[in-house]
C-alpha cells in the first residue's frame, strides 16, 4: 500500500537523451510536487500542481515539463539532459493547499546522467 | 519566507531523549513550524508541526518558545533508527499551494 510511488527507482542514462519519471499517490491528495535534491543534499521545490493545474514553478528550466494526466499521477519529463541534472528527484503529495497539512514523500529517484 | 537555522550535526546516545533546536526569528504570527526528516536513501517523512501550543505525537514532541522564535523538536527515547537528517521548516503558503523550503537540516546520530 504504497501512498506516493516512483518509477523508476534508479535511472542512469547519457546526456542529451529525454527521460521521463513517473508519479502516482493513492492518497486521494489534490496537490502533487517534485522536488530536487542534489549531490549537496539540498532538497528544493521544482514544481506543485494542484488538481491537474500547475501553480509552483520554480525557475526550472523549460527542459523539464511536468505532465499531470489527472490529479494521481504527476510525471516529470526532461528533455537534452545534461551532467548537472544528476540528482535524487522526490515527488510529494498533499492535501489540498492547506497551510497546516503533512506532505508524503516518495522514495525517490536517483538520475544519474553520464 | 521565514529561513531556519538548526545545528548542522548532533549526537545522542540510544535511550537517551535527543533535542532538536531550531531557530526562527523572522517567523510571521500565521506560519507553521514543521519539523521533517530524512534517513538515509530514502524520502523525507513528516514528524510533527506546531503554530504556537507545544505539540506532541506517537513519534516526538514539539516545543516553540512563546515568542515563536525558537522551537526544539524532542525524540523521547532515541533509537538507532532515529539516525536522519532532520529538517526544521517554517511553512511558506503561495496561496493554493503551499511549498516546503528545506534548509541544510541537523544530523541526528544516535550511538550505542
Known amino acids: 500500500d504504497t501512498a506516493v510511488s516512483q518509477t523508476p527507482k534508479y535511472l542512469v542514462t547519457q546526456m542529451g537523451n529525454d527521460k521521463s519519471i513517473k508519479c502516482e499517490q493513492n492518497?486521494?491528495?489534490?496537490?502533487m510536487y517534485w522536488y530536487k535534491q542534489d549531490s549537496k543534499k539540498f532538497l528544493k521545490i521544482m514544481f506543485s500542481y494542484n488538481n491537474k493545474e500547475l501553480i509552483i514553478n520554480e525557475t526550472v528550466p523549460n527542459r523539464f515539463s511536468p505532465k499531470s494526466p489527472d490529479k494521481a499521477h504527476l510525471n516529470l519529463h526532461i528533455n537534452s539532459l545534461e551532467l548537472g541534472d544528476s540528482a535524487v528527484y522526490f515527488c510529494?503529495?498533499?492535501?489540498?493547499?492547506?497551510?497546516?497539512?503533512?506532505?508524503?514523500f516518495g522514495q525517490g529517484t536517483r538520475l544519474t546522467v553520464v | 519566507d521565514a529561513k531556519t537555522t538548526q545545528p548542522p550535526s548532533m549526537d545522542c546516545a540510544e535511550g537517551r531523549a535527543a533535542n532538536l533546536p531550531c531557530n526562527h526569528s523572522?517567523?510571521?504570527?500565521?506560519?507553521?513550524v514543521y519539523w521533517y526528516r530524512q534517513i538515509h536513501s530514502q524520502g523525507p517523512q513528516y514528524i510533527i508541526h506546531?503554530?504556537?501550543n507545544n505539540e506532541t505525537n506517537e513519534m516526538a514532541s514539539l516545543i516553540i518558545t512563546e515568542d515563536r522564535k525558537s522551537s526544539t523538536l524532542i525524540l523521547p527515547h532515541a533509537t538507532l533508527r532515529d539516525t536522519a537528517v532532520y529538517y526544521c521548516i517554517v511553512r511558506v503558503n503561495t496561496g493554493t499551494a503551499s511549498k516546503l523550503t528545506f534548509g541544510t537540516g541537523t544530523r541526528l546520530q544516535v550511538t550505542l
Open positions: 506546531g503554530l504556537k
Open positions: 510529494a503529495s498533499s492535501p489540498r493547499g492547506q497551510r497546516n497539512t503533512e506532505a508524503f
Open positions: 523572522t517567523i510571521s504570527g500565521n506560519e507553521y
Open positions: 492518497l486521494g491528495h489534490d496537490t
